[in-house]
């Protein structure tokens, strides 16, 4: 098989590349190693920047977006038993869209299916090779048969997990990282949502967010230990949790109904460095992570490839090369900014270390300015709703 550009990934990322790329004329297929089912059901991020809605927008994917979102021109801090509003769009004129990332997906990939685009699902890349040459090949296993997708560049899109970034010779790729003593459980759930904006709480207990998918359907989450197991956390024992740690605001109480979805996720920050090797580029989760906190982690895998559908369609139309060797360095701008606001967000709302009097005391200090400073409020808005160009 030969294609154009070869993109291992049907996350956000890879079909977004694929989208892009067809409306620019250019050629690819996607590999994934999941079935269609499965991708298109897996439960992840929800909030969308500015950016990426205008993203959407611009490339005609945002007919349900625009029914189905939900436009939030703020965000809450719970705190010391207060609440208070960060008034995103006051402050910056822009604002954030609560949509899925699952619906992102499903609408990405109808789009490529009606535009005849080649999906594969349950195709495991399992070897890249040839990435220094002008004919790289991504091997790749279906239905119990090795096969090789031969192409003109590899868009490693494989999420943090994926093989892309591995096949980098050693000694050419430096890694930046951070480990938090902290996961998230994550929680959605049959219950209309009792807020119309998000809700970060920094509690004794830990952090706690109250999300919303629809009018009917509610996402949560919680600060757990690491190594917490699902199974010790059943319902009744998750609601309890959010209660102790979001009703705190007299006359204020939370929705429950049934739990549809509940999951763990570890928290790390993480950033490989260059984005670039030869024929092969990455992408999205494949070579940065960020803690949840910020809601950055979909924004920026859209935001990589936004950069390289431009990158490509330079080369393929006019022959440029410098938009491709420009790519790292100008998508590393977006990302490194991202890393330090989903660090700081997740630093001034988590409890880090048991007992820590003093973390604790700068925590509250930060809270506080954050929703008594415009100036300070700002710069969390503006991080939160996305920069435009960084
Ligand atoms: P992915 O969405 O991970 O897509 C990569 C794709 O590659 C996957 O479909 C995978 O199956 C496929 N793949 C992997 N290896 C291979 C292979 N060898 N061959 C073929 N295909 C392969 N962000 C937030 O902002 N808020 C959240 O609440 C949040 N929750 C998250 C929960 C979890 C469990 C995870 C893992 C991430 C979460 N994120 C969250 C981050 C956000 O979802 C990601 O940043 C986003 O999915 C990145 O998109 P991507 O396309 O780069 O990678
Ligand atoms: C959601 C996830 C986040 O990581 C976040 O910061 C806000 C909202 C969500 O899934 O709705």
């Given at each position: 098989m030969r294609t154009q550009v070869g993109i291992v990934g049907a996350g956000p990322a890879g079909l977004m590349l694929s989208h892009l790329l067809h409306l620019h004329g250019i050629e690819s297929v996607v590999l994934e190693c999941r079935s269609r089912e499965y991708v298109e059901h897996r439960v992840r991020a929800g909030v969308l920047e500015q950016g990426s809605v205008d993203l959407l927008h611009r490339t005609g994917l945002a007919d349900r977006l625009l029914r189905e979102g939900m436009r939030h021109e703020g965000i809450e801090l719970r705190f010391d038993g207060e609440s208070h509003r960060v008034p995103m769009t006051e402050l910056t004129g822009r604002a954030i869209t609560v949509y899925g990332q699952q619906e992102v997906v499903k609408d990405l990939i109808a789009a490529r299916l009606a535009a005849g685009g080649s999906l594969l699902f349950e195709a495991d890349a399992v070897r890249l090779d040839g990435?220094?040459?002008d004919s790289p090949v991504i091997h790749f296993r279906r239905d119990g048969q090795a096969e090789e997708l031969h192409c003109d560049f590899v868009a490693g899109c494989d999420g943090f997990h994926g093989v892309s970034r591995g096949?980098?010779?050693?000694?050419v790729l430096r890694t930046y990282e951070r480990t938090y003593p902290f996961a998230w459980l994550g929680v959605l759930a049959a219950a209309p949502p009792a807020v119309e904006e998000l809700v970060y709480a920094n509690h004794e207990r830990g952090f706690a967010l109250y999300s919303l998918r629809s009018p009917e359907i509610s996402r949560l989450y919680l600060q757990v230990?690491?190594?917490?197991?699902?199974?010790?956390?059943p319902d009744e024992r998750i609601w309890a949790e959010l209660r102790t740690r979001l009703?705190?605001?007299?006359g204020w109480s939370l929705n429950e109904g049934p739990v549809l979805e509940k999951s763990i996720t570890p928290m790390r920050s993480f950033v490989v460095e260059p984005m670039q090797w030869q024929r092969l580029f990455l992408a999205g989760d494949a070579v940065h992570i960020v803690p949840p906190t910020g809601a950055k982690g979909m924004n920026l895998a859209l935001a990589d490839v936004a950069l390289l559908g431009d990158a490509f369609a330079a080369w393929y139309?006019?022959?440029?090369?410098d938009l491709l060797e420009n790519y790292s360095t100008t998508a590393l701008r977006r990302v490194w900014r991202a890393q330090h606001f989903s660090w700081w967000m997740t630093s001034m709302l988590h409890?880090?270390?048991?007992?820590?009097p003093y973390e604790t005391k700068l925590q509250a200090a930060t809270l506080r300015y954050a929703v008594s400073s415009p100036a300070y409020a700002a710069s969390l808005a503006e991080n939160y709703v996305g920069l435009p160009a960084v």
């Open positions: 990435l220094d040459s096949a980098v010779p050693d000694g230990d690491p190594d917490e197991e699902i199974a010790a956390w009703e705190t605001v007299a139309g006019q022959q440029r090369t409890r880090l270390e048991k007992d820590d």
